[in-house]
């Protein structure tokens, strides 16, 4: 029997959604998992370690476009080998998987994981990735990984398997149950969570799509033939993916295969989708200490604070989760926080921007921080990374003023190219073309006071782009 390091492990990230239910953290401009719920920590960096144990293995990231460089940063933590294919919208698990596996060769075996999960044993995990590797290999067949279950949780799905201790053959999956039905579950044990990680060959994958979802098939398949290429980048076109419809791989595909074999985990598992269970995790984490240092709580029980910088008192209170990030807050009851969504789609019918951007925005450059948004002006803090540059633009509806506060800017100005250090401040008028770059080894500080008609981030006419936006 082949072992699993002769097979050609190609592992695939997928790194989509928006983990709305850890709102107001988690946002569409930066979701949950690039956010650094410990220090120095992110659920992507996690992922990205677990698959470190075999370097020479292909690794696949499929994300958002708008969050390619969010991936990149932490890919360049570590040192790996990475292909991309970036979406520039989103449709589920089912179209991003098959894309994967039309960029794959036939005889990989992917390896298709969430970029948001928390795994705590990457060494038992990547043990039963082996064991489901080679399975999918020999039985030529989709191999799912489920979790032993610890508690009758109604926010996972869960798949019923029977069989061998080590290799089990799925009978069916069941959508997130009532907490009568997970209790039954949870006593009988043939049922195991559904972890959303799956095996199978490039060759098995692509004939499950043209057997079972042929019209789709065909769709991501003519999507993926208009794809556009730059370097290491694969990029799936709007006008192609619109027409996909959007649905998960459990659906398309999972539910209507007769042949699937699951593999056990027995381990500290989590997919991160509530506060809850967030707030579980961190708990139970020595670095927890390190989460609210803004926070005191007095005659309080069973209530979990985290704070990026404003400062918490609570007072009398018991089983609460409280959650202070950026311009808003959340507080909400143990054991309810699965409806922050509900609570999340009133907001965006509010049409408050909070629902899903924070008040600063990473960009491949650096970043901004908005620190003034009113009527007559807008007064963001730009920060420009070493050797990083913004795109050649103007603007039809403001002008600007900068002041360097921090390090030395390249400025280019129609046909000038000024160097400014800091207490130097220039005029950039209505219409000008104009770049801000860095071409320093430290950071660059820069305040920027916008005044016009409008000061969205779609009144810039790119003109040129280093990161090809």
């Not at 990475?82 to 005889?107: C, F, H, K, P, W």
Request: aromatic letters at 8%.
């Amino acid at each position: 029997m082949i072992s699993s390091r002769e097979l050609n492990i190609h592992s695939v990230i997928l790194s989509g959604g928006s983990g709305s239910r850890l709102w107001p953290s988690s946002r569409a401009s930066l979701p949950k998992q690039f956010i650094e719920f410990l220090p120095n920590i992110t659920l992507f960096g996690k992922t990205l370690d677990r698959i470190q144990f075999n370097k020479e293995n292909k690794l696949t990231i499929v994300s958002n476009k708008e969050h390619n460089f969010l991936c990149r940063r932490e890919v360049q933590k570590h040192n790996l080998n990475v292909s991309y294919i970036l979406e520039e919208m989103g449709r589920n698990t089912a179209s991003a998987i098959l894309a994967a596996a039309l960029n794959a060769n036939q005889d990989d075996i992917l390896v298709i994981m969430p970029a948001d999960h928390w795994i705590e044993d990457s060494i038992i995990f990547n043990e039963i990735i082996k064991k489901a590797a080679v399975a999918a290999n020999l039985k030529k067949c989709w191999v799912t990984l489920g979790v032993v279950p610890t508690e009758p949780n109604t926010g996972y799905g869960y798949i019923n398997a029977v069989g061998r201790k080590d290799i089990k053959s799925v009978k069916s999956f069941t959508e997130k149950p009532d907490i009568a039905v997970a209790k039954e579950y949870l006593a009988n044990t043939n049922y195991f969570w559904n972890s959303g990680i799956f095996v199978v060959s490039s060759l098995k994958c692509v004939d499950s799509f043209k057997k079972l979802q042929p019209e789709l098939f065909a769709m991501v398949k003519h999507c993926y033939e208009n794809r556009d290429e730059n370097g290491d980048e694969i990029i799936l076109r709007e006008e192609y993916l619109e027409r996909i419809p959007s649905i998960s791989i459990d659906y398309a595909i999972l539910e209507n295969e007769h042949n699937i074999s699951m593999v056990p985990f027995k381990g500290n598992w989590s997919d991160v989708g509530s506060w809850d269970s967030l707030s579980r995790l961190l708990e139970t984490n020595e670095q927890v200490s390190n989460l609210a240092p803004y926070s005191v709580q007095l005659e309080t029980k069973n209530t979990f604070i985290h704070s990026t910088s404003r400062t918490i008192a609570a007072v009398g209170v018991k089983d609460l989760i409280i959650v202070d990030d950026d311009d808003a807050t959340l507080v909400v009851q143990k054991g309810k926080s699965e409806r922050v969504k509900e609570a999340l789609q009133k907001i965006k019918f509010m049409e408050l921007s909070s629902a899903v951007e924070h008040t600063f925005e990473y960009r491949p450059w650096g970043m901004f921080e908005n620190l003034l948004d009113s009527k007559i002006c807008k007064v963001k803090r730009l920060t420009v990374n070493p050797g990083q540059h913004l795109s050649l633009q103007y603007h039809k509806k403001r002008s600007e003023h900068w002041v360097v506060v921090q390090g030395k800017a390249t400025v280019k100005l129609e046909n000038r190219t000024l160097f400014l250090i800091s207490g130097n401040s220039i005029d950039i008028p209505l219409g000008a073309k104009h770049a801000l770059g860095n071409d320093t080894d430290k950071d660059l500080i820069v305040v920027e006071v916008q005044m016009g008609s409008y000061f969205g981030e779609d009144d810039i006419v790119r003109v040129s782009d280093p990161y090809n936006r």
